[in-house]
């Protein structure tokens, strides 16, 4: 945890807990709109687009410890179907409580927990630096749990044709087999064919242009 790197009141996702005040039991409701921060969600896969509205709705309550966050986040998540790659737009509305310590707790009379567990703790604990904290960390994994790491169109997208790259839930009758096959086979016959006569008919294709000169000399 970089304790030195100074917490900024002007970053949105720094909140003040100077009104809260260190009383235990004390509580304060509140909604902040914020523009989302970079790369929010779970990169190239689907996630809330840079500066998109992130709604905020938090309950901050004083603990002996610190102060304990319990919030919601909404926003729009876009990506893209992993099957058919079509754009997806999923509704965000994600839950979260995290507990931000002050970094003087542990001279204030908590209860000592195990030593295993404390050592475990310490790594992902959160602190109160200057009466801010900073909600980024916790936004960022409440969202990344929200998303699916394969988002789909539709739950039943069947995906892309093999063959030709369609997508398959604009054409369910959409198939492949041994006729058309041929039938592309007789097709391309045809077309190499027409090419030809155009060519004869001095067309200017590239390949009779020198025979064409040599004649002329
Ligand atoms: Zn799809
Ligand atoms: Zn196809």
Redesign the pocket.
Known sequence: MALNARLDHRNPLVFDTHELGRRPGALQRLTREIDAPKDLGLQGVIGVPEGAPVKLDLRLESVMEGVLVTGTAHALAKGECVRCLEPVEQQLETDFQEMFSYPDADDRGRVKAEPADDAEDDEDTLFIEDGLFDLEPVLRDAVVLALPMQPVCQDDCPGL??????RLADDPD???DAVDIRWAALQGLAGSLEDGEKDELGGGAIPSAPVDEKQEK
């Open positions: 044709c093999s063959q030709c790259g369609a959409h198939h492949h």
